[in-house]
């Protein structure tokens, strides 16, 4: 055993957190309570040098992005989620934007010859972008650049789909996954436990429905994403419930690549009231990620949501991704409060923020197949020289 690890757990005074530490590293599994323990009684340092351990032992200092860019085919909505400063209900939809498939092509002819390997596709649940829409969207997707991957609909955008259009779950995701669609993203998670739930987005697919679909996406060999939104009403206990469901259902299908916690933002939102967290409760929740979710490959900290700093931040708190270049003015987060209002950044700018603090960038797929190791790669003019790229 590693002398400065063991040094860190005989460092701590509480039974139970040495206990927990002791399981880590003997890669065990910890329970419930021992994941509650770790929020409520592990110091923010104790907790960072634990999930770093862990963090190199599966990946050494490699960090991942990708280049990736988003669509959003509507910020209008049928649903009424508190925390959701972005869209705009159905019946008030003045300030809304719909976009054809015409002008969504028009978006992805944009990025022909640039090389991106993933567009993302998520917004509002606009009644009349229905199954059939959404089929027809991927299709010209896949017949205009059949390598770009899809990631696209979360399961409150498919629930509504599916239903609309009388499909099971299962009918659904084979029409969609047949249609081109690749993988699914990780939103609409929020918090899945009932107390939580019925509070910040009651009429909304619940959890049981949210983890049915990725069950049946990673059935028909589909991967997908997992999030969780924290720092609001909940409490850790919802936080770990959270997590142990999406463990549970990891163990049972594998097809999970990454977790995503997503901070709460509260401008210009029904719960705006309630205080944001601190960057210290942000860290905390990436290491106790990292040390709870032991079946999951990756954490990833969404860099637009945290900002550049607290983002390099997070890479000494058990992240291993930070997701792309997201060469758009994505509108969800920004509309939200989070700390970049124009969130994309170039290749050369997110290899640089990766070094900045001594880690390895490497450029992956959706699936994290490793496109290309930047070490020792010289990114002055990087993205001038079409050579380079």
Not at 214 to 219: C, S, V
Not at 252 to 272: A, C, Q, V, W, Y
């Amino acid at each position: 055993m590693e002398t400065g690890i063991q040094a860190l757990i005989d460092s701590v005074n509480d039974t139970q957190l040495k206990q927990v530490a002791e399981k880590i590293l003997r890669k065990e599994r910890i329970s419930f309570d021992d994941g509650v323990a770790l929020f409520e009684k592990g110091s923010l340092s104790w907790l960072g040098a634990l999930a770093n351990w862990v963090r190199v032992q599966k990946h050494g200092d490699k960090t991942y992005f990708n280049r990736n860019f988003h669509i959003e085919p509507t910020n209008v909505c049928v649903f009424s989620c508190k925390f959701c400063a972005y869209s705009k209900l159905y019946a008030n939809r003045e300030e809304g934007w719909e976009l054809s498939i015409e002008q969504m092509m028009h978006i992805v002819k944009s990025y022909d010859g640039k090389p991106v390997t993933e567009v993302h596709i998520v917004g509002g649940v606009h009644p009349k972008m229905n199954m059939a829409f959404f089929v027809d969207l991927l299709k010209a997707i896949k017949a205009h650049r059949p390598d770009l991957h899809i990631k696209a609909f979360t399961p409150v955008e498919l629930d509504y789909m599916f239903k609309k259009a009388k499909l099971s779950v299962e009918e659904g995701m084979k029409m969609a996954h047949e249609a081109g669609l690749d993988s699914l993203p990780g939103g609409g998670a929020e918090i899945f436990h009932p107390e939580i739930r019925t509070q910040i987005c009651e009429d909304k697919v619940d959890a049981d429905g949210w983890l049915h679909i990725h069950k049946t996406a990673h059935q028909l060999g589909m991967h997908s994403n997992a999030t969780l939104l924290y720092g609001h009403i909940e409490k850790y206990w919802h936080r770990i419930d959270h997590m142990e469901r999406l463990r549970k259902l990891q163990d049972e299908t594998g097809g999970f690549n990454t977790f995503i916690p997503l901070k709460f933002r509260n401008k210009d939102n029904d719960m705006s009231h309630i205080p944001e967290s601190t960057v210290i409760e942000d860290m905390k929740m990436y290491a106790v990620s990292r040390l709870y979710m032991d079946n999951f490959p990756h954490i990833k900290a969404y860099w637009p949501m945290l900002g550049r700093q607290n983002a390099q931040l997070s890479l000494a708190f058990g992240v291993n991704d930070i997701d792309g270049t997201i060469d758009d003015s994505t509108k969800i987060y920004a509309m939200a409060g989070s700390e970049e209002q124009t969130p994309a950044m170039n290749t050369a700018e997110l290899v640089t923020l990766i070094r900045q603090v001594k880690r390895q960038p490497v450029e992956r797929g959706t699936l994290y197949n490793e496109i290309r190791d930047y070490t020792g790669v010289d990114m002055e003019n990087f993205e001038l020289n079409p050579q380079l790229n």
